[in-house]
Structure formats: structure tokens, C-alpha cells
T-cell receptor
Framework: NAGVMQNPRHLVRRRGQEARLRCSPM?????VYWYRQLPEEGLKFMVY????????ESGMPKERFSAEFPKEGPSILRIQQVVRGDSAAYFC?????????????FGPGTRLTVL | GENVEQHPSTLSVQEGDSAVIKCTYS??????FPWYKQELGKRPQLIID?????GEKKDQRIAVTLNKTAKHFSLHITETQPEDSAVYFC?????????FGTGTSLTVIP
């Protein structure tokens, strides 16, 4: 049973370009979370999605950032017109979502560097 | 919303000693409390969790305690080893919302 997959593992973009980060949840998991982690800091919640629905995007900047989790395919975190401050590790996590206790498992992360 | 506080932010112990990390939470409806270990450059890994219907859980050298009345939970690592060195995060879960502490950087000195 493959774990949470993320790609790319490393992404380099120049200021003003777009970054697309992909996350495939564990098999059987229908809930996806995205977190941002700056060096030597904690995990900051960004957005929580179920298939075709954004449940909570309270942690996501209002501009330039968007997320989706289509019926088919991976969840996508999209950052438009990247700036140097977007450089960070972006982790996604998935959970089954079918019980009152939901273990959350993390992917390996995408390390975004903005030049 | 939920607010999770974690202490200490850094912790150094001699190999073989015990380490304790404490977290508090604010929402009494939170009912699931996982702990994650993150090694440098790696993903957070779930190491132990506790649900609100129990007060203590143990897995070899790792144990977690939960005090629902006081709204705090703790991670205990006994007989620490150098490979325990990492950043540890606590979290509180209510429904499908997870709230993380700010992390504790544990260093085990050989």
C-alpha cells in the first residue's frame, strides 16, 4: 500500500512564475490537507479538501494561492506569481475521513525554492 | 478555534535519560491527539497517538498521557538514544481539523 505521494520533490521557480505541487493521497483516503513549513518552524495549516470540495481554506493566503482535489487525479496546490517568501517545504497529508478518529499521514514534501 | 501550545521548544538530554514534551489545548471537543517525529529534511512521521477515551498509551520506549480535565497531554521517551534526536510535534484533532503545536527540537547527547 503506497503512502502519500508528492511531486515534484524539489521545485525551483523564478519570481513571477507559477508553481504547481501535486499530492496523491493514500489509497482509500478521501481527505487531503496542505501545510507549509518554513525552515526550523512548525507546520502551518493551509487548506483542507475532500474530493471536489474545499472544506477549510482559512490558512491559505487570499491571493495567488489556490487548491483543488478533483474527482480523478491528485490534489493540486497552485501558487501563481511566486515571490521569494513562498520558498518553503509544502507537505500534504491524507486521512480516511470515515470515522471520528482520523489518523493523518504525511507525504515527503515538495521543497520550493524561488530565485 | 483550537489553540495548541507546546513546550519546551528545545530540549537536550543525555543518552539514556528520559525526555518529556508537554502540550496544552483549548477545545474540549478535541478527541484525538497524535504525536509526530520529523527528522531533518524528512516528512513528519506518526509515532504514537491517544484518543480521548483513554488516559495513557505506551509503545516500547514511548508513552503518551492525556489529562482531559486539564486539557493537556504529554509525550514521554525513556532510555533515549541518539536516533531519537528530531523535532517532535503534537497535534489535537476535532472532526477533520488538525491543529499542530510549534514543535520541540530534541537533542540526545551521546
Amino acid at each position: 500500500n503506497a503512502g502519500v505521494m508528492q511531486n515534484p520533490r524539489h521545485l525551483v521557480r523564478r519570481r513571477g512564475q507559477e508553481a504547481r505541487l501535486r499530492c496523491s493521497p493514500m489509497k482509500g483516503h478521501s481527505h487531503v490537507y496542505w501545510y507549509r513549513q518554513l525552515p526550523e518552524e512548525g507546520l502551518k495549516f493551509m487548506v483542507y479538501l475532500q474530493k471536489e470540495n474545499i472544506i477549510d481554506e482559512s490558512g491559505m493566503p487570499k491571493e495567488r494561492f489556490s487548491a483543488e482535489f478533483p474527482k480523478e487525479g491528485p490534489s493540486i496546490l497552485r501558487i501563481q506569481q511566486v515571490v521569494r517568501g513562498d520558498s518553503a517545504a509544502y507537505f500534504c497529508a491524507s486521512s480516511p475521513g470515515d470515522s471520528s478518529y482520523n489518523e493523518q499521514f504525511f507525504g515527503p514534501g515538495t521543497r520550493l525554492t524561488v530565485l | 478555534g483550537e489553540n495548541v501550545e507546546q513546550h519546551p521548544s528545545t530540549l537536550s538530554v543525555q543518552e539514556g535519560d528520559s525526555a518529556v514534551i508537554k502540550c496544552t489545548y483549548s477545545d474540549s471537543a478535541s478527541n484525538y491527539f497524535p504525536w509526530y517525529k520529523q527528522e531533518l529534511g524528512k516528512r513528519p512521521q506518526l509515532i504514537i497517538d491517544i484518543r480521548s477515551n483513554v488516559g495513557e498509551k505506551k509503545d516500547q520506549r514511548i508513552a503518551v498521557t492525556l489529562n482531559k480535565t486539564a486539557k493537556h497531554f504529554s509525550l514521554h521517551i525513556t532510555e533515549t538514544q541518539p536516533e531519537d534526536s528530531a523535532v517532535y510535534f503534537c497535534a489535537a484533532n476535532h472532526g477533520n481539523q488538525f491543529y499542530f503545536g510549534t514543535g520541540t527540537s530534541l537533542t540526545v547527547i551521546p
